[in-house]
């Protein structure tokens, strides 16, 4: 991943000021063209106005499009949408909704990491966490990586309703919090692990909690594996990306039943 810092030895000030020049130096360039080639206005008449605003928004057109042919070539080179917000002065979250899409799995768009093979169907990911913060940072996480049937319910029973509603896909993984609501997420894993239509899933714990008798318990219930959530936000985004990378690409699936 690239870092941080940019080429631009300048504030943001500073860049704000010297485009703004340029960008009114050019409209007002091209609005004196066509203005010497129409007949002169008279007094009053708001049609240079309309005419620079004209030119004005067409300029904003185009230097959005410019943004976004940027920011697809920062992901294809890389870049996250940390770093692509970063360089416009916005949050992961405001790049993410301003370009959607940016690493989604085709041969035209750009991924953050790369796939190994391209699946023959979306992958189907449940979700069993009760905060909504982690949820969201789960979910745009996981959007990077690719195309993903993301499902989330908040606690151990709901899982299991999902589970076992005939109507549902069969998950490819489940990412598993521990402090949940109704049934929590220990609980729950003893349950997928000694069911026989379950337990081939693979389960990620993915928590808070780094208690010795946590991380103990869940691999004698037979997780998969047991993350701590980072802190740090993109900590935490590559934490899931990594879980994602090594279950969804890496590792080879059971055939579903």
Not at 80 to 96: D, K, V
Request: aromatic share 4%; hydrophobic share 40%.
């Amino acid at each position: 991943m690239p870092g941080k810092n940019f080429a631009l030895r300048t504030t943001p000030e500073e860049t704000a000021a010297v485009a703004d020049a340029a960008v009114g130096q050019l409209a007002r360039r091209l609005a004196q063209q066509l203005l010497e080639e129409a007949p002169p206005a008279p007094t009053g008449d708001p049609a240079p106005a309309l005419s620079l605003l004209h030119l004005l928004d067409q300029l904003q057109q185009a230097a959005e499009r410019l943004q976004r042919s940027a920011a697809l070539a920062a992901a294809r080179a890389g870049a996250g949408y940390p770093q692509i917000g970063s360089a416009c002065g916005m949050t992961r979250q405001g790049a993410r909704r301003r370009w959607p899409g940016l690493f989604q799995h085709s041969d035209e768009a750009p991924m953050e990491h790369p796939m190994m093979t391209t699946p023959a169907r979306p992958f189907d990911v449940l979700l069993v966490e009760d905060d909504m913060a982690d949820a969201m940072l789960i979910e745009e996480a996981l959007s990077e990586r690719g195309t993903r049937n993301l499902v989330q319910v908040t606690d151990g029973l709901a899982a299991l309703e999902h589970l076992r509603d005939p109507g549902s896909a069969r998950p490819d993984l489940i990412v598993l919090d521990l402090n949940m609501p109704r049934m929590n997420g220990r609980d729950l894993l003893k349950v997928l692990k000694t069911d026989e239509d379950l337990q081939t899933i693979p389960v990620v714990v993915l928590t808070t909690s780094t208690a010795p008798d946590d991380v103990a318990g869940a691999y004698t219930s037979h997780a998969n594996a047991y993350v701590a959530k980072p802190v740090n936000l993109e900590e935490f985004e590559k934490a899931v990306q990594s879980i994602d990378a090594f279950y969804l690409d890496t590792a080879i699936h059971p055939p579903r039943t």
